[in-house]
């Protein structure tokens, strides 16, 4: 690991912490070639998809994220637009679901967009919103399967932004 890469106390120590208890192999993924885009055009004009990954998938609808797979579910899930925020459920074990289980729009904020979207905040929200489970220690199947699938996705659906949701 290059150490310019660890520029605090707390991030070494996770590391270390992930290392350790996890997966000895753990490296950060450093992004150095992810361009900046800035819009094209105002976000009232602009098909808008929802990205999170907080592990939202439709109770009844979509089998769960693997949450206790040791290495992660490096899946996605495709969450239609009128999707109910009462309709999700959330599978994921590295955050406490207190906040989400009172209002799942605090991680997956579906709801509001389409909000948003009848005040003319935004121009479209695009059908589907895409969910992924954050925990993923192993990300190589993420970025050259899981991840550019998904894209492809919101691209065919229209997408012409992305509002990326963390846990």
């Not at 885009?37 to 004009?45: D, S, T, Y």
């Not at 999170?52 to 040791?70: I, K």
């Not at 997956?108 to 009848?118: K, Q, S, T, V, W």
């Not at 199947?141 to 229209?158: F, M």
């Amino acid at each position: 690991m290059t150490t310019h890469l660890i520029n605090t106390e707390a991030l070494e120590r996770s590391y270390n912490t992930v290392r350790q208890k996890w997966d000895p192999h753990f490296e950060w993924v450093v992004n150095e070639s992810a361009p900046w885009a800035p819009l094209e055009r105002p976000l009232a004009q602009t098909a808008l998809a929802l990205v999170g990954t907080c592990g939202a998938y439709r109770r009844g609808a979509d089998c769960p994220f693997d949450a206790a797979n040791y290495y992660g579910d490096p899946s996605f899930k495709e969450i239609p637009r009128d999707t109910e925020p009462g309709a999700l459920e959330f599978a994921h074990t590295h955050y406490d679901h207190a906040h989400v289980a009172q209002d799942p729009n605090v991680g997956f904020p579906l709801g509001l967009l389409r909000i948003l979207e009848a005040e003319g905040v935004i121009g479209r929200l695009v059908d589907p919103a895409i969910s992924f489970s954050g925990f993923l220690p192993q990300t190589r199947q993420l970025l050259t399967d899981t991840a550019p699938a998904a894209a492809k996705r919101l691209l065919e659906a229209g997408a012409q932004s992305a509002l990326l949701v963390p846990c």
